[in-house]
């Protein structure tokens, strides 16, 4: 089997969890009678849109960085690595949707991963040019 399939796996589980909080901040709206395209209403409501908006902002560096690890490292380790990250944005969202505070275990399971892959990729990337 390709290698590359186990990070495009969690890729696709990365996209699911994002999706989740999506469809979680729309149902929102309509339980809190939010109109669109307001965001402003009971501070319940706006945890569900932080949520999913913070969600998407470190999707922006999940996924780059994770498939440049496993292009200058290793695609195994990448995948082993990038499950953290959905299992800790769902963990987060579910998390603050109940309260703030409750958000924080989610974070520090999703964060370490961001770092990793994009330090560590380019710290193989310049090896990789020290070597040429």
Same mark, same amino acid.
């Given at each position: 089997m390709n290698e590359l399939a186990y990070p495009g796996l969690v890729t696709g589980l990365g996209l699911l969890?994002?999706?989740?909080t %999506? /469809?979680?901040? !729309?149902?929102?709206?309509?339980? #809190?009678? *939010?109109?669109?395209?307001?965001?402003?209403?009971?501070?319940?409501?706006?945890?569900?849109?932080?949520?999913?908006?913070?969600?998407?902002?470190?999707?922006? %560096? /999940?996924?780059? !960085?994770?498939?440049?690890?496993? #292009?200058? *490292?290793?695609?195994?380790?990448?995948a082993g690595i990038g499950l953290f990250w959905p299992v800790g944005r769902l963990l987060y969202a579910l998390g603050y949707y109940q309260s703030a505070e409750r958000r924080v275990l989610g974070l520090?399971?999703?964060?370490?991963?961001?770092?990793?892959?994009v330090l560590g990729s380019m710290i193989a990337m310049v090896m990789a040019l020290a070597k040429a």
């Open positions: 969890v994002y999706y989740y %999506l /469809f979680e901040s !729309g149902r929102a709206r309509g339980r #809190f009678e *939010v109109p669109a395209p307001s965001h402003d209403g009971p501070e319940d409501y706006q945890r569900y849109v932080r949520a999913h908006l913070n969600t998407l902002e470190h999707l922006v %560096l /999940f996924i780059p !960085g994770l498939w440049l690890f496993a #292009f200058a *490292v290793d695609p195994l380790w990448a520090l399971i999703s964060m370490p991963p961001l770092y990793v892959f």
